[in-house]
């Protein structure tokens, strides 16, 4: 079975305070994403990763950058944290392919910016 | 641009009735997936369509994709608690999936 784990299930930070979420996958898929959840709006996409140290923009990338330094890890970083970033962040792994293969998604780590 | 739409948002459904979600495109699709999130978790992928006139069963679900690869479908028959959830499609936006809002689902016993 494909396993993503993700470093914190719940966190609380302060507002102006670097975050960073990890995600780790073990099944050497190529392609990592990360999703912000928010209620009546589905999963939007923050960013995406197709190999090692690459990465591409999705649809809300404002107010966050990834690294990927590791085909098996991708973390998501908050540079300073906000309120409006308050939310349930997914991680997923896809295998090799265009980004559009079966995703396999990480339990979430709810955030929480006070 | 292309747009894609979930619904219902939400569905309020009888035990053992039957219930159905869609998702309707204004623009063909390549290929659309069914994800499903129980209260708590995290999405978990159901089954992918991608020929025009799809259909594929699992049980009591029923997923079917349009003959134009508009629109997609899933059918939940004689619902059950453990049907209990949010329902996602997603599909090909260049080369990523983009999910709709989802359908949550509750179940009254």
């Known amino acids: 079975d494909v396993k993503v784990t993700q470093s914190s299930r719940y966190l609380v930070k302060r507002t102006g305070e670097k975050v960073f979420l990890e995600c780790v996958q073990d099944?050497?898929?190529?392609?990592m994403f990360w999703y912000r959840q928010d209620p009546g709006l589905g999963l939007r996409l923050i960013y995406f990763?197709?190999?090692?140290?690459?990465?591409e923009k999705g649809d809300i990338p404002e107010g966050y950058s990834v690294s990927r330094e590791k085909k098996e890890r991708f973390s998501l970083i908050l540079e300073s944290a906000s309120t409006n970033q308050t939310s349930m962040y997914l991680c997923a792994s896809s295998p090799a392919g265009d980004g559009t293969d079966t995703q396999y998604f990480g339990p979430g780590t709810r955030l929480t910016v006070l | 641009g292309q747009q894609v739409m979930q619904i219902p948002q939400y569905q309020h459904v009888q035990e053992g009735e039957d219930f159905t979600t869609y998702c309707n495109s204004s623009t063909t699709l390549s290929n659309i997936q069914w994800y499903k999130q129980r209260p708590g978790g995290h999405p978990v992928f159901l089954i992918q369509?991608?020929?025009?006139?799809e259909v594929k069963k699992q049980k009591r679900l029923t997923f079917q994709f349009g003959e134009a690869k508009k629109n997609s479908s899933l059918h939940i028959t004689a619902t059950q608690t453990t049907d209990v959830g949010t329902y996602f499609c997603g599909w090909a936006a260049g080369n990523k999936l983009t999910f709709g809002g989802g359908t949550r689902v509750l179940v009254k016993p």
């Open positions: 099944m050497d898929h190529e392609n």
């Open positions: 369509l991608v020929k025009s006139g």
């Open positions: 990763s197709y190999d090692v140290k690459m990465k």
